[in-house]
């Protein structure tokens, strides 16, 4: 068996050892004689799997005691529409800042349930950038500001937390959560789906402080009313029980590892063997401003776009996949998850190097 180098943005690689336990408790759960895709939602084997997911993850992300954590389906595309139709309540308008691709989604989406008032956007630097907060145009009675935490596409990160007063801050973590610390304290709702660092497709977990709870509009379905959810304990529905299952093992390899201050120092350590080399290279680089760049999603050009191709198939031969950047952007893109070891990124600078040599 050989594993390759996976650099998708996601659906993503996922930490071997997690694969590894999933494999051999697969038609066997811990003596229950089912795998954990065959249990109902509702016995204790999978109600305990659930509850260990859920304390790992609030232990994990120090969530306060006052947030609910819910695992939920729909995807981050899903909240885009349930986010406006649960945080709403009386209030016309919220506050959206344009930071690229995603954001750019959330904006269109709530579009159709309120007034989207885009408080600043990066689009006049070809979304490289993160507007400056002074900028934003923020309205003290919008239902509440969104952002994107990183953009997975474009390549740009806030390396601040916006600071929105008495206006509820949401944010779409999907490509960041569990990669840094975070101080859940400053939000009033945190989304992501679980594909990129935290899991498998079909999970989404919600982190929201209790009092954003009851707002929904009449027209929200049950399934996506977080109170509604939030009282079930996300079982209003099935939840995606192995997804649950898999995310809650991922939660387990993060601690053992240190938690998220470890993995925040294994991303930056990750994310500097690949920005070092971009920045001394004269045949690579970086379209993204030096202080918004993600530590997740690393966007790089040749010089030569005629040999992105073969820049490709070089790499795919070497046993590192998933490289081509997003058509909006061009070039190359390396997603460095969590669950990216570091020798991952040391073999594709190892490549880069060569092919320069070669080609440059
Ligand atoms: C991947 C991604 C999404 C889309 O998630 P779905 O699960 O496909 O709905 C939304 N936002 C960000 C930041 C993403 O990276």
Redesign the pocket.
């Known amino acids: 068996m050989t594993r390759v180098f996976n650099f998708s943005a ?1 659906p993503a690689a996922l930490p071997e050892p997690v694969l590894r336990q999933a494999a051999d408790e697969m038609l066997d759960w811990h003596g229950s004689g089912m795998s954990v895709m065959e249990m109902s939602h509702r016995g204790k084997e999978f109600i305990s799997i659930h509850a260990e997911a859920e304390a790992l993850a609030r232990e994990l992300l120090a969530v306060p005691s006052n947030y609910k954590v819910l695992f939920l389906q729909g ?4 909240e885009n529409a349930i986010v406006p139709m649960n945080l709403l309540g009386d209030r016309p308008s919220a506050d959206y800042v344009d930071t690229g691709e ?1 954001s750019k ?1 959330s904006i269109k989406e709530a579009g159709k349930y309120c007034r989207v008032n885009v408080v600043a956007s990066a689009k006049d630097t070809g979304y490289t950038t993160i507007p400056k907060p002074e900028t934003w145009k923020l309205d003290p009675n919008a239902a509440f500001v969104h952002v ?1 935490s ?3 596409i474009g390549g740009v990160q806030y390396h601040f937390t916006p600071d929105t007063g008495n206006v509820p801050l949401v944010a ?1 973590m ?2 960041d959560i569990m990669s840094r610390p975070v101080e859940v304290a400053k939000y009033g709702l945190i989304y992501a ?1 679980a ?2 660092n935290l899991g498998p ?1 079909g999970l989404t977990i919600v982190i929201v402080r209790e009092d954003l709870l009851g707002r929904a509009l009449p027209i929200t379905p049950s399934a996506f009313d977080y109170k509604l959810q939030a009282e079930a304990d996300s079982m209003l529905n099935t939840p995606p029980t192995y997804a649950i299952y898999i995310a809650g093992l991922v939660f387990r390899w993060i601690k053992a590892r240190g938690g998220l201050a470890a993995m925040a120092e294994h991303n930056q350590a990750k994310a500097a063997v690949l920005y070092d080399f971009l920045a001394a290279s004269r045949f690579y680089r970086s379209p993204v401003a030096p202080d918004c760049r993600s530590l997740m999603n690393v966007p790089f050009k040749l010089a030569d776009e005629t040999k992105d191709e073969l820049f490709l198939k070089g790499a795919q031969a070497r046993g590192m996949i998933q490289l081509k950047g997003h058509r909006s952007v061009g070039g190359m893109r390396a997603s460095i998850y969590n669950a990216m070891p570091i020798e991952g990124v040391q073999a594709l600078v190892k490549y880069m190097k060569e092919f320069e040599a070669e080609h440059g």
């Open positions: 996601g995807g981050a595309i899903g995603w989604k994107c990183n953009e997975t779409d999907s490509s789906g594909q990129k497709a």
